[in-house]
């Protein structure tokens, strides 16, 4: 049996970027490829591997013709969090953890090393997504991903020989 998606290119897709120019561009071009892909722009949440402080996202109202919808930082009489007008949801991976958006863009994801802390906030935006990932990374944490990967293949040819 083959696993498989009613969206044509709704598999992981991963962009790479250097400098907060190339974070914003790519980021931009991630979104757009979901709408291209057929997803409407409410059914996009763009979640920030940063937190609210520290992201270079968060002060901004758009993304290019895209505008966002965010968390103000204010609540309402019933204590419900309230948000900015806005078609693309824009949340951090703490704040959005146990929602889900069809079309997920990971971005700002970017570490030195890629420990147990990188590795648990890597699977917590990940799974947001019920149907598309783009997953926006720095090129230094994209780097330290194919280690990784190389590193468990190895091992995997480790043990067969075995």
Do not use: H, W
């Not at 520290?54 to 948000?83: E, H, I, N």
């Not at 990932?133 to 991903?145: I, K, Q």
């Amino acid at each position: 049996m083959i696993a498989g998606s009613p969206l044509l290119g709704a598999d992981c897709e991963i962009l790479s970027y250097r400098g907060s120019a190339g974070l914003i561009e790519q980021t931009k071009r991630a979104i757009t490829q979901c709408v291209s892909q057929g997803f409407k722009r409410s059914m996009i949440s763009v979640i920030t591997y940063r937190g609210r402080e520290s992201s270079v996202l968060m002060p901004f109202d758009t993304l290019g013709p895209y505008p966002l919808r965010k968390f103000t930082g204010r609540y309402d009489l019933l204590g419900a969090p309230l948000s900015s007008d806005g078609d693309i949801t824009l949340e951090t991976v703490f704040r959005f953890k146990g929602q889900s958006s069809p079309a997920v863009v990971f971005t700002e994801i970017d570490f030195e090393t890629l420990d147990e802390n990188a590795m648990r906030r890597i699977f917590v935006g990940a799974t947001r997504a019920s149907l598309k990932l783009v997953m926006v990374v720095s090129e230094r944490a994209a780097a330290l991903f194919l280690k990784r990967l190389e590193d468990a293949s190895d091992e995997q040819k480790n043990q067969l020989n075995q």
